[in-house]
């Protein structure tokens, strides 16, 4: 059973910083996985955790959706940990 989590709202006037979007994608992930997000780890790599393809291009595409510029599928794969892919869409 999966419990509604409410994400992060985003800023409207600048880019939200790593720890927002690490927020964000534990409480996305934790969400989709039916797990407490305090489980979530965030340097387990996205596969370890259980992220299969589909669900890194449905997770890019709500990254996308809430930071308002595009994300690519593949940069996960290049930044295969929540921390990893925070820190690079913070840059």
Do not use: C
């Not at 880019?15 to 996985?33: G, K, Q, T």
């Not at 393809?53 to 990254?63: C, F």
């Amino acid at each position: 059973m999966t419990t509604q989590t409410t994400l992060p709202a985003a800023r409207t006037t600048e880019r939200p910083d790593a720890a927002a979007i690490e927020a964000w994608l534990v409480a996305y992930l934790a969400d989709r996985l039916g797990h407490d997000p305090a489980e979530i780890r965030r340097n387990v790599r996205f596969e370890r955790m259980g992220v299969d393809s589909l669900a890194v291009v449905s997770m890019t595409g709500e990254l996308e959706e809430w930071l308002g510029v595009k994300v690519e599928p593949t940069t996960a794969y290049d930044n295969p940990t929540i921390s990893d892919l925070a820190a690079a869409l913070a840059a």
